[in-house]
């Protein structure tokens, strides 16, 4: 069964850093256009970050410069870390992958895991 699985959200200060992590499980072959969503309270879900074909990465404007997006093959995995955090970054943060088995590929989305950011 195909899962992501994101960790390392929690509550920090404004200023503060946090990383995200997002791990495809079900011994994938690969994954494309990984990517970072955040749903704030009472707001629709937004793209923060993305890693499209030919290593192609963009930001949201307002993550420009304070977050980076990467990927680790090896584990299936992307992350996010997120500095100079300020309080409008809270919301639950989800990835996305279109992650490929041998069987066939599909989107998924995870869970999501909250980031609170307190000013």
């Known amino acids: 069964q195909v899962q992501l699985v994101e960790s390392g959200g929690g509550l920090v200060q404004a200023g503060g850093s946090m990383k995200l992590s997002c791990e495809a499980s079900g011994r994938p072959v690969s994954f494309n256009n990984p990517a970072w969503y955040r749903q704030a309270p009472g707001e629709e879900r937004e793209l923060v970050a993305i890693?499209?074909?030919?290593?192609?990465?963009a930001y949201a404007d307002s993550e420009k410069g304070r977050f980076n997006i990467s990927r680790d093959r090896a584990r299936n995995a992307i992350h996010l870390q997120m500095n100079s955090l300020k309080p409008e970054d809270t919301g639950v943060y989800y990835c996305?992958?279109?992650?490929?088995?041998?069987?066939?590929?599909?989107?998924?989305w995870g869970k999501g895991t909250q980031v609170t950011v307190s000013s």
């Open positions: 996305k992958m279109c992650v490929v088995y041998h069987t066939g590929a599909g989107d998924y």
């Open positions: 890693i499209r074909s030919g290593n192609d990465i």
